[in-house]
């Protein structure tokens, strides 16, 4: 069992930054690949970021390649999402996740809300 608790989210004007943690918990979390997603009011929950165990490899979305920079740090058991230059569509729900791949999500974490203003 992996239990996973966002934090950093917000209110921020548009052009500005945020970072998000994740913080993970439970033997099984060793070696999984991590993710977050967001999910904007009245949309489907959407891929943000990912990034494998060992930090070597990261994708992202297209709406947040070059603003957007995912990273972790294994030896405090986080996750983070970097935000730069916020947009008013970025706004809504961050979700992290974790499973054994890239693609997969076991566990979910309850999320926190990024509210970016025009």
């Known amino acids: 069992q992996v239990q996973l608790v966002e934090s950093g989210g917000g209110l921020v004007q548009a052009g500005g930054s945020l970072r998000l943690s994740c913080a993970a918990s439970g033997r099984t979390y060793n070696g999984y690949a991590a993710g977050w997603f967001r999910q904007a009011p009245g949309k489907e929950r959407e891929f943000v970021a990912a990034i494998v165990w060992s930090g070597r490899s990261t994708y992202y979305a297209d709406s947040v390649k070059g603003r957007f920079t995912i990273s972790r740090d294994n030896a405090k058991n986080t996750v983070y999402l970097q935000m730069n230059s916020l947009k008013p569509e970025d706004t809504g729900v961050y979700y992290c996740?974790?499973?054994?791949?890239?693609?997969?999500?076991?566990?979910w974490g309850q999320g926190t809300q990024v509210t970016v203003s025009s």
């Open positions: 996740a974790t499973g054994p791949r890239v693609g997969t999500s076991d566990y």
